[in-house]
């Protein structure tokens, strides 16, 4: 069982930053990539990128360019930089752990709002 904790959502300002952080504990050797996961109000929980144990990245079309995940091993820990905000990035974000080759989510965070003001 892997536990995860996100800190970091808040409310910005439209071209603000903000910096989402995930930490992870319990059976950690059984996660093979880590993932960040947003749901607006009405809409489906949707994948906004992934960083696998190798460090390689993807980003969801609407989110490239803008935000960054990176991971620190030692502290099994993983960020997601938010950069020139948007009012449609306002959300739930989920912390996920990912595991097998289709990368299935294993366990989830408890979740941090993230609200972006025009």
């Known amino acids: 069982q892997v536990q995860l904790v996100e800190s970091g959502g808040g409310l910005v300002q439209a071209g603000g930053s903000l910096r989402l952080t995930c930490a992870a504990s319990?059976?950690?050797?059984?996660?093979?990539?880590m993932g960040w996961y947003r749901q607006a109000p009405g809409k489906q929980r949707e994948q906004v990128a992934t960083i696998t144990s190798e460090g390689i990245t993807n980003y969801a079309d609407p989110v490239k360019g803008r935000f960054t995940i990176s991971r620190d091993n030692t502290k099994n820990t993983v960020y997601l930089q938010m950069n020139s905000l948007k009012p449609e990035d306002t959300a739930v974000y989920y912390c996920?752990?990912?595991?097998?080759?289709?990368?299935?989510?294993?366990?989830w965070g408890q979740g941090t709002q993230v609200t972006v003001s025009s």
């Open positions: 996920a752990a990912l595991t097998g080759w289709g990368f299935s989510v294993s366990s």
């Open positions: 319990g059976s950690i050797f059984s996660i093979d990539a």
